[in-house]
């Protein structure tokens, strides 16, 4: 839909999984709200996922609020086609005003509002919430030599499949999810090396997703109260879906240290070794893409942002959704997002209130 720039009590930034869950509970407030959308069609960063990518919760454990994701045909985890099929669906049933192709340049301060400039004008809110994730930042650390590699690199946002690396060596760099779920598939066709930071830890088989929100959520309690938390962090950190159950029971999901340098023909350890491959595949992860609110001068000598909660502490009008743990337990997860949104809408609505 498309709609001329005018004043709102609170404007969404991003109209991806945050910001659909921020908009549900808006629309419940009966507030008066708007959501940008930087894309041209609904699903946020899912459209751009790898077709293979799978949800480490089942689909009852990766819903935004309201709305249960449908449990996929094969009764198995949720694909990134799923995903984008329901938070298409979601934003329709609840009839969300969302403004895209809408391009958010930067934030700033006005007369009691804040100014949001777009590529089709300028906004004004008495709210925002910043819902514009992470990835469109993808993270390649700095190695000495990253420049001389003859061979190709990606990042994770540039995967698509393993058919184009048959018959090459493919190097896997990183130690998450995406790593793991990568290397499975790439290496049904093609040798592979993974290099991570430190040897990879997959859970147990009948643990997944589920278990790491309730344990994201309890460690966050415990640090609000200064309790000390245990749970399942020590039995590991990578879901075992059923590709890399099939990968770990063919062998390949043995990890060499990470490399300290990269060669020309490949990547090389400080012990002498060295290792030729033919491609790169940097899976080490994203930052928070908050470039349009550089006006505003908020982020801290560490580069953060402070926030207290999702509010941020150097400008009472903003919010952060969905970023991390530090915008709420799991917040960059579904059933994260669903869960921070709330309580930062009722915030925002007791805020417009006075």
Same mark, same amino acid.
């Given at each position: ?98 403004? #895209?192709?809408?391009?958010?340049? !930067?934030? @700033? $301060?006005?007369?009691?509002? *804040?100014?949001? %400039?777009?590529?089709? +004008? ?87 997703? #589920?278990?790491?929100?309730?344990? !994201?959520? @309890? $460690?966050?309690?415990?640090? *609000?109260?200064? %309790?000390?938390?245990? +749970? ?101 997860? *579904? ?20």
């Amino acid at each position: 839909m498309s709609e001329a720039p005018r004043p709102v009590d609170v404007l969404v930034i991003g109209g991806g999984q945050a910001g659909l869950a921020a908009g549900y509970y808006l629309r419940r407030a009966k507030a008066d709200f708007v959501i940008l959308d930087a894309q041209d069609a609904p699903g946020g960063a899912w459209r751009h996922a790898w077709p293979s990518l799978r949800l480490f919760s089942p689909a009852q454990y990766s819903s935004l609020p309201g709305r249960m994701m449908p449990v996929p045909a094969d009764g198995g985890y949720p694909s990134a086609a799923d995903t984008v099929a329901y938070l298409t669906d979601y934003e329709h049933r609840y009839a969300l005003p969302i403004v #895209r192709p809408t391009t958010v340049h !930067a934030v @700033r $301060r006005g007369h009691e509002r *804040l100014l949001v %400039e777009t590529d089709h +004008g300028t906004w004004h809110a008495r709210v925002v919430i910043s819902a514009t994730g992470t990835w469109w930042r993808p993270h390649v650390p700095h190695y000495p030599g990253i420049r001389d590699f003859r061979g190709e690199q990606l990042h994770t946002t540039g995967y698509r499949g393993p058919e184009p690396f048959a018959g090459k060596h493919v190097l896997i760099v990183g130690g998450a999810n995406s790593a793991a779920q990568i290397l499975a598939e790439v290496s049904t066709v093609t040798g592979t090396t993974w290099a991570t930071l430190r040897p990879p830890r997959l859970l147990p088989d009948e643990v997944d997703g #589920r278990a790491l929100f309730d344990l !994201a959520t @309890r $460690r966050h309690r415990a640090a *609000l109260t200064g %309790e000390a938390t245990t +749970g399942i962090g020590g039995l590991g950190d990578i879901v075992a879906i059923p590709a890399v159950r099939e990968a770990r029971d063919r062998g390949v999901l043995k990890a060499e240290p990470m490399f300290s340098r990269i060669i020309p023909e490949g990547v090389a350890w400080r012990d002498g070794s060295a290792l030729s491959c033919d491609v790169i595949i940097w899976c080490t992860g994203f930052r928070p893409t908050l470039g349009h609110l550089t006006p505003l001068r908020l982020r801290g000598p560490d580069g953060i942002i402070p926030t207290e909660g999702t509010r941020v502490l150097g400008e009472s009008g903003l919010y952060l959704l969905g970023y991390g743990d530090w915008t709420g337990p799991a917040s960059a997860t *579904l059933i994260g997002a669903g869960r921070t949104a709330k309580g930062t809408v009722t915030e925002i609505m007791r805020q417009l209130e006075v």
